[in-house]
């Protein structure tokens, strides 16, 4: 049962480096997302894809791109990356994006320096 | 927007029984959800209200109230794994937004 799968778990980066953080999920579910995770400050949206060919800006998508690759991928880019962009990345998914329960990636950790 | 409240600190003894409050401000609002999450490790879905009233899920129940834009989540029996961070979350036909988080401490 590996439900949603992110990689990688941890990364660093420096200042101007760009990556990509995969996610999968092997639900059949519509609708990911991309939070961030900052010390007291909740999970926060940064994109959501509702369905397979749609992507949607969040709360906090300055200096990301996203793509969603087919129905299980959901993929996060951070072209030239920032030491504000240090942070506990989660990916998430749902039936739909009404629904009542959102199932979380273990995480990535990332630090930019 | 959105916004929720929730409080950032809660300690209760092993055993006892502890509220978290959660208030909110939305539109287009479905339900309030209850997460989850262990230092390091990921949110997990504890519980969800769409109607008015108290869910019990075993030690765990929470309780909405439409009206008043107020639930709760009530953790009885409080064992030291009960410790962990807890997010209420704001369902509505867009993506979850959660509450900034209450962290649980339990004492013996």
């Known amino acids: 049962n590996a439900g949603v799968t992110q990689t990688p778990k941890f990364q660093v980066l420096k200042t101007g480096q760009s990556m990509t953080l995969q996610c999968a999920q092997d639900?059949?579910?519509?609708?990911m997302y991309w939070y961030r995770q900052d010390p007291g400050m909740g999970l926060r949206l940064i994109y959501y894809?509702?369905?397979?060919?749609?992507?949607d800006k969040g709360e906090v998508p300055n200096g990301y791109n996203v793509s969603r690759l087919n129905k299980r991928e959901f993929s996060l880019r951070l072209e030239s990356a920032a030491p504000s962009q240090t942070s506990v990345y989660f990916c998430a998914s749902s039936p739909t994006g009404g629904d009542t329960e959102a199932f979380f990636g273990q995480g990535t950790r990332l630090t930019v320096v | 927007g959105q916004s929720l409240e929730q409080p950032s600190e809660v300690t209760a003894v092993e055993g006892a029984i502890v509220q978290i409050n959660c208030t909110y401000q939305t539109s287009g609002f479905y339900g309030l959800s209850w997460y989850q999450q262990h230092d390091g490790g990921a949110p997990t879905f504890l519980s969800y209200n769409g109607l008015d009233g108290l869910e019990e899920t075993g030690r765990f129940s929470s309780f909405l109230s439409r009206s008043d834009s107020y639930g709760y989540l009530l953790l009885q029996e409080l064992q030291m794994k009960d410790s962990a961070s807890y997010f209420c979350?704001?369902?509505?036909?867009?993506?979850?937004?959660f509450g900034k988080g209450t962290r649980l401490s339990v004492i013996a």
């Open positions: 979350a704001v369902n509505r036909n867009t993506p979850l937004v």
């Open positions: 639900m059949n579910h519509n609708s």
């Open positions: 894809s509702a369905s397979e060919g749609t992507t």
